[in-house]
């Protein structure tokens, strides 16, 4: 996990030191949710929206002990930042939501590891300090179906309800901004 989060934050800083200079901030961290972590970025796209790509691993069945490995995944959000408070501190608080879409290679409720797509939202908001780091709480509601083999070989399309349930418990984001 320590060696996924390392790549991710590696990628995202080539990619800020490589890019053009630009006005808006762009930010690297971590995520933690119920049985997931994440390595998240935010990069500006025009004024007021952001993309916020994240790779993530499921490790609700990992932390139950029923299986070894954890699931993978990605997703991308196009969010909106459509409202901030400045404090006279130098700090502010931005409110954000917007549409996304996941995909990996997950374990759902009572099956085994399968492909997984979904169509998810983001709401939250994100507290900026005055040094580079920000914290945040988010909200990522999913819904998506999930292709896998049962123990018979037969494969099946289910609803992906482990993703659904998982996604309602509020996701706790660290950020470092450059």
């Known amino acids: 996990m320590k060696q996924a989060c390392t790549v991710i934050l590696l990628a995202a ?3 800020v030191m490589c890019s053009s200079a630009s006005a808006q901030v ?8 119920y049985g997931e972590f994440s390595a998240t970025l ?7 929206w ?28 196009y969010l909106h930042i459509f409202a901030v ?14 549409p996304g879409a996941s995909a990996g290679y997950v374990r759902n409720y009572e099956g085994e590891y399968g492909i997984m797509a979904s169509f998810a939202g983001c709401a939250g908001f994100e507290y900026v300090f005055k040094s580079p780091v920000s914290l945040g709480v988010s909200l ?3 819904l998506g179906v999930h292709l896998a083999k049962d123990m018979y070989g037969e494969v ?9 349930f998982n996604s309602l418990f509020p ?8």
């Open 42 to 48: 935010r990069l500006p796209d025009r004024e007021g």
């Open 140 to 142: 990522e509601p999913g």
């Open 50 to 77: 952001i993309l916020r790509p994240s790779l993530n691993l499921d490790m609700t069945r990992v932390i139950s002990g029923e299986s070894v490995y954890p699931g993978l995944s990605a997703d991308i959000f």
């Open 13 to 15: 800083a080539m990619y």
């Open 171 to 178: 996701h706790i984001n660290i950020r470092y901004r450059f």
């Open 85 to 98: 408070k400045d404090f006279a501190s130098g700090e502010r608080m931005e409110f954000y939501a917007g």
């Open 156 to 164: 099946n399309l289910d609803f992906y309800s482990a993703g659904f």
């Open 26 to 33: 762009r930010s690297a961290g971590l995520s933690f949710s």
